[in-house]
Each structure stands twice: as C-alpha cells, then as structure tokens.
C-alpha cells in the first residue's frame, strides 16, 4: 500500500512548476507528495510557497524548508494537493479522517486546480460504502447535530469517544467530529453535503462534491492511473 502511494505523491511532485502557489494537504499520502517537493527543492533549487492545511503538515512543510503563506497573503492558489478516504466515478470524495477537513475545504475552495492523491482502496462506487462520514460540529451542537445524522439514517459516534460516551478529541480547530456511518452509503452527497451546511451548529462536512480536478490512482506495482472530472 505504502508503494501505491508513494507512486501518486512523486508523480503529482512533478507536476508543480516554478512560482506557484500551493495548497499543501494533509494525510499520509501527501506526506510522500511532500518529501518529493523537498527533494526537488535541494536539488533544483525549486521555491516551494504554500498554505498549508493542517499543523501537521504546517510542521513537516517547515521542517523541509518550504515558504509558509497564510490566507491574508493569498487570495488564490494555483494548485492543491490532498489525500482523500473516498472517492466515486465521478471524483466526488469523503475526507476528514485525519480531522482536517474544514481547513482542507477552504483551501480547496480557492485552488484553481485540486489534484487528489489516493491508492486503489479508496476507490468506490458510492460514498460512504466503506468510510464513515466525519461531520466537524460545534461542542454545544454535538447532541442537536446527531440526531439530525441519524434522522438521515447514519450511525453516529463522537470521534474519540470512550465507554462513558465523553471524548477529548478536538480538530486544529477546537471542535469535535462526529463519524456518520451510512448503512448502504450515501445515496445523494450533493443534497447531503448542501442539507448538512444548513445545519446550525455544524462547521463543515466531510463530503467534496465537485471539487477535485485530477485524481491520481496509485497502484502497488508502481503504476499511477491519472482521471479527470468530466
């Protein structure tokens, strides 16, 4: 698996070009896309200037001698890369697994091209077949928001929770996630996605519809199988 995606982060490495700036994302198979950005910084003396969407990331792109920016300096990005825990034929995807899809979302939203990264598993034919759907809230929402979830027919845990049903767990952002498993997966994402921005005391969901510009399919034997949004 690691192979499949390494093989997707070093390609989209090569993709970047001198002056752009970049939104840098989060997970483990950007981590791969980073590291290859570095080595193409040593060795080409390539200037790498990017928002990044995470402290985690913000802290392995400084380690690796990249320009931080944040988003009062820029207005657009020339191009994002991420990971994602799902993503359906027609390259709409659930993240958030790692907890940092608000900040991932944003950034997205100003790109002018998102190229997601991602090895063969996380590919299905309808979100949340195998991912569950991590929906950050407002602590004081936390109640008020899960019976909305399982209204809609979801299974909702509180990200981190223990036996006692009460969790630490907190985003970048300060805010709880609640994970939504949807029995037979999620059957319309763009109504979703749009019902769940209404909801008061919810912060983002997990769900990207119509965001990803480029999917990059990282398979075991080395070979990365590249798709386009229609």
Known sequence: MNHAKQSAGRLAATWIEPGMVLGLGTGSTVRYFLEALGERAQKEGLRVRGVPTSL???????????????????????????GADEVDPALDLIKGGGGALLREKVVASISRRLVILVDATKCVERLGS??????????????????????????????????????????????????????????????????????????ESGLFVGLCHDLLVGHEHGQVEHRQRD
Do not use: C, K, M, W
């Open 56 to 82: 985690d990331t913000e802290q392995r792109a400084r380690a690796l001698g990249f320009e931080l920016l944040d988003l009062e300096a820029v207005s657009s990005l020339d191009l994002t890369v991420d």
């Open 130 to 203: 195998t991912f569950h759907l991590p929906v950050e809230v407002v602590a004081f929402a936390v109640p008020v928001v899960r019976r909305r979830l399982e209204s809609l027919g979801a299974a909702v845990r509180l990200r981190g929770a223990g036996p006692g049903g009460t969790s630490d767990y907190r985003t970048d952002n300060g805010n709880p996630i609640l994970d939504a498993v949807f029995p037979n997966g999620i059957a319309d994402a763009a109504q979703l996605e749009r019902d769940l921005a209404l909801q008061p005391g919810v912060v």
